[in-house]
């Protein structure tokens, strides 16, 4: 008698579950929630009826991908036929998708083709019934038959490519398919694969290669190949960039005291000399790999200190303002470097004795030469092996060339046989060069140990005082290190440190301290806008 009772208690127990569990599984009023049939046809068609229920006044779209990838390069098509809709709504089918838009309660119906594939020795049904949705389903209702029993169900519920199972997924009283699922996110899907045993319908699946952008820019064997070439030639390039830059790299790193500069002479007189014999224009172009505009301005000084010119500063025009006026003081001769000469004939061409910084910013100055002659110059010196402009240039030119001839590979790869990525993977090569050109131009071993020696001249000009030199020699030694400081932009501390009011190339100066600064910013400005040359600093008005 207990027994009866306890089985009476238990039946009772799972019937009011099964009531529960029914009552949750209702869509709730206000959401959107669809209910769908699948009938799998003796000739393999699957026939699908949707009922969606949408709030009214609402519309909700669906795009159903049918091109699904199955790996290796592959994708499985599928093709949608007689699609219908009986309420509100519109359907439109292309080789890519299927997609619907509804608005009310509707019907939707349609034939897929292509869903049975062999799996082994035995065949499997698989459909997205739910999927690609722009809102939220409350409930995706499943149901499925064929024309012989299934053999097992596999439910995938959530984002694409997630393997978290349906809230429910069983084979019903044995002839059929049963599946929910509750809260499907929008963008969210319902992915259905049945098993059947073989020869219950002939397989329709289409599997074929990849196509279109994903296939041509897919990874393989030799796109693989051409990424290992690009690593192995960035690595490479890294390496001869080390090599080739190495010795910079030590020089800028390694601990640099003061270089000695100053040399006495038989009379025990007090001189400066520079390292290597290097100009001061050849300076700046040595340190940076190029010809700047404070390298012209640097160059200037330093012809007025070696007497070639005489700079005095005068009153503009109008009476007001400063102005400044450059004086030949004696002819070029073979004393000079060949950039130190086109420095002279810019400012003051055959048979122009003296010009004034303002007549200099209404003239059109052509400093082409004086920059092709200091890339010579550094070369024929041997601080590098070839023109730092030439250099880069070249690898520039290159650079864009072969990013041109990679991205004209990509398309056409793309367009015809695949394997796109081998072009990218050429193009990226070829910006990386372009970009990589600035660091192309590469010292000599007598550039880097110039480098470091310059290090040690900066520290002589942030070092000296003037009780170093005898006050006899302080002025010339003043003057003949005051270019290297306005190169290496020491200029305030070297003018503060020496302050000199007469020097014999520099004349009418009431505060040379104030005066000079407004030279070089003077000059900078006329030089800036010749072109040719690059300018560190803003040119002055």
């Not at 000084?301 to 030949?328: C, K, M, P, S």
């Not at 004086?370 to 650079?399: C, H, I, M, Q």
């Not at 306005?486 to 040379?512: C, H, I, K, M, P």
Request: glycine share 10%.
């Amino acid at each position: 008698m207990l027994k009866n009772w306890g089985a009476a208690i238990f039946v009772a127990v799972a019937l009011t579950s099964t009531t529960a569990v029914g009552a949750l599984a209702q869509p709730l009023p206000g959401t959107v929630s669809t209910e769908v049939r699948m009938k799998l046809e003796r000739d393999a068609r699957l026939s699908v009826t949707e009922t969606v229920q949408v709030p009214e006044g609402k519309a909700v779209k669906r795009t159903v991908p049918l091109r699904l990838a199955v790996g290796n390069d592959l994708e499985r098509q599928y093709q949608v036929t007689d699609a219908k809709v009986e309420g509100k709504g519109s359907t439109s089918v292309s080789d890519d998708s299927f997609d619907v838009t509804l608005e009310g309660n509707s019907t939707l119906t349609y034939t897929v083709v292509g869903a049975v594939a062999p799996v082994g020795d035995a065949l499997e049904v698989r459909w997205q019934v739910a999927g690609g949705w722009d809102a939220e389903l409350d409930k995706v209702a499943v149901s499925f038959s064929a024309p012989d029993s299934p053999t097992s169900v596999n439910c995938l519920a959530g984002p694409v490519g997630s393997s978290q199972p349906c809230t429910s997924a069983d084979l019903a009283d044995g002839k059929g398919v049963r599946a929910q699922e509750i809260k499907l996110g929008a963008g969210e899907r319902v992915d259905v694969a049945i098993g059947l045993s073989a020869g219950v319908v002939p397989p329709n699946a289409v599997v074929v290669e990849q196509s279109g952008l994903a296939a041509a820019f897919a990874l393989t064997p030799v796109s693989g190949a051409a990424l290992g070439g690009l690593l192995v030639l960035l690595l490479g390039g890294v390496a001869l960039l080390w090599y080739l830059r190495g010795r910079d790299a030590a020089a800028l790193a390694s601990e640099v005291g003061a270089v000695s500069v100053l040399v006495r002479d038989g009379n025990d007189r007090v001189a400066f000399a520079s390292p290597d014999g290097v100009l001061p224009g050849q300076v700046g172009t040595v340190v940076d790999e190029h010809v700047d505009v404070v390298d012209v301005t640097a160059t200037v000084i330093d012809l007025a200190v070696r007497n070639y010119l005489w700079i005095t500063e005068a009153r503009q025009e109008d009476g007001f303002g400063h102005d400044w006026q450059i004086v030949r003081r004696n002819p070029v001769d073979d004393s000079l470097s060949g950039y130190e000469k086109a420095v002279c004939e810019a400012l003051l061409p055959h048979g122009t004795e003296a010009v004034s910084v303002s007549e200099l910013r209404g003239r059109q100055i052509d400093l082409a030469q004086v920059r092709d002659r200091l890339y010579s110059d550094v070369v024929e010196k041997r601080w590098f092996a070839r023109r730092p402009d030439t250099e880069r240039n070249l690898f520039w030119w290159v650079g864009i060339a072969i990013a041109v001839l990679g991205v004209a590979a990509t398309v056409v790869l793309a367009l015809t046989v695949g394997n796109a990525l081998f072009g990218l993977v050429v193009a990226v090569g070829g910006v990386a060069l372009a970009f990589g050109a600035r660091s192309m131009p590469a010292r000599t071993k007598r550039g880097s140990e110039l480098l470091e020696h310059v290090r040690g001249l900066r520290g002589y000009l942030a070092g000296v005082t003037p009780d170093d030199v005898p006050e006899a020699d302080r002025e010339l030694v003043f003057s003949r290190s005051l270019p290297y400081a306005v190169v290496l932009g020491e200029t305030e501390r070297w003018l503060s440190t020496f302050a000199q009011q007469d020097l014999y190339w520099y004349g009418n100066a009431s505060d040379f301290r104030r005066s000079f600064p407004a030279f070089l910013g003077a000059l900078d400005g006329v030089l800036a806008q010749a072109g040719h040359l690059r300018s560190l600093r803003a040119p002055n008005p």
